[in-house]
Nanobody
Framework: QVQLVESGGGLVQAGGSLRLSCAAS??????????MDWYRQVPGKPRELVAT???????NYADSVKGRFTISRDNAKNTVYLQMNSLKPDDTAVYYC????????WGQGTQVTVSS
């Protein structure tokens, strides 16, 4: 079992910045958390992959956030971060941390609202 707990969402004006955090913990067994992702979702639309990072630090981004968002992680703390700069109203969504290990694990989500 994997538990994911996000934090750091909020309300910000366009052009501002926010940093999201996701702390991962495991129960029942000890294993390394490998790939972790950030997704986002707005009502009425499917969940969208925003950024991915491997345990080794390889990253990948959606075209819509390239150059503005940075995903990083602290393996010692099993925590992944999403630094979001130059935020736009279109970035408004609920952001979810995700990890796959035999099944999908999701955090509870954190609301990010960008006002124009």
């Amino acid at each position: 079992q994997v538990q994911l707990v996000e934090s750091g969402g909020g309300l910000v004006q366009a052009g501002g910045s926010l940093r999201l955090s996701c702390a991962a913990s495991t129960s029942g067994s000890i294993f390394s958390i490998n790939v972790m992702d950030w997704y986002r979702q707005v009502p009425g639309k499917p969940r969208e992959l925003v950024a991915t990072i491997t345990r080794g630090g390889t990253t990948n981004y959606a075209d819509s956030v390239k150059g503005r968002f940075t995903i990083s992680r602290d393996n010692a703390k099993n925590t992944v971060y999403l630094q979001m700069n130059s935020l736009k109203p279109d970035d408004t969504a609920v952001y979810y941390c995700h990890h796959y290990r035999f099944r999908d694990y999701w955090g509870q989500g954190t609301q990010v609202t960008v006002s124009s």
